[in-house]
């Protein structure tokens, strides 16, 4: 048995002819159908809404240490929302409480393979980009010049992304007619 991680690879169609084998224990469902019998719910939790599946959406706004506090992410998240994509985070700013750990994006976070990544104020560190590396298009908002992401980056802005981001989606929802 192999296991991946989600979005590590680019599935290939296969012309592989294996066979099926389905087998059927005692274990697998109550006597109605219903879910196991043998299971119990010890804890649930509602993990919030998520507009967008990080792992599968093709845009992702991403923001990091720079974008400061929760209210800054509102603002990548009207970006995303725009671009019909999801809002992802790094380490720094999932530790920082200003969005959940289920948006953190790296080496110890999701792995992402969007066609189109926009990360703003996310300096490039190795353990995030582990985690968006396989993405199509990469483009870095960062006020400076020197950040290691800007090594990687399809599309390099350097500058405030407090003034580039607004603009930004308000040119996309001009563009949309929205
Ligand atoms: C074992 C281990 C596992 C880890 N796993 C992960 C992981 O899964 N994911 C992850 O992300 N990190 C992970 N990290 C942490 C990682 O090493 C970095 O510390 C983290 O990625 C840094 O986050 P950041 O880029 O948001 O912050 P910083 O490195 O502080 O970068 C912030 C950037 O914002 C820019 N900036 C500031 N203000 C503005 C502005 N107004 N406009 C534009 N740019 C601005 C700055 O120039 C800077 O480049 C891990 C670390 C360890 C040791």
Redesign the pocket.
């Known amino acids: 048995m192999v296991l991946a991680l989600a979005g590590t690879f680019t599935p290939e169609d296969s012309s592989g002819t294996a066979s099926v084998e389905t087998a059927e224990t005692a274990e697998t469902a109550s006597a109605d159908g219903g879910p196991l019998a043998a299971a119990r719910i010890v804890e649930s939790h509602a993990e919030g809404k998520a507009a967008v599946n990080l792992e599968e959406a093709q845009v992702i706004v991403a ?6 506090s929760a209210d800054g992410f509102a603002q990548l998240q009207q970006l995303a929302d725009a671009l019909g994509g999801a809002v992802g ?7 920082a409480g200003w969005v959940p750990y289920q948006l ?7 792995v992402v393979k969007p066609a189109l990544y926009l ?10 980009r ?2 968006m590396q396989t993405a199509e298009n990469v483009v870095a ?4 010049p020197d ?3 800007g090594e990687f980056a399809d599309l390099f802005v350097v ?6 981001i607004p603009r930004l989606t308000d040119e996309i929802r001009r563009r949309k007619g929205a």
């Open positions: 923001g990091g240490r720079g974008v400061g985070a790094s380490r720094a700013a999932a530790d953190q994006i790296g080496q110890t976070g999701k990360a703003a104020g996310i300096s490039g560190a190795i353990q995030h582990v985690g908002i960062n006020k400076d950040a290691p992401i500058g405030d992304l407090f003034a580039i």
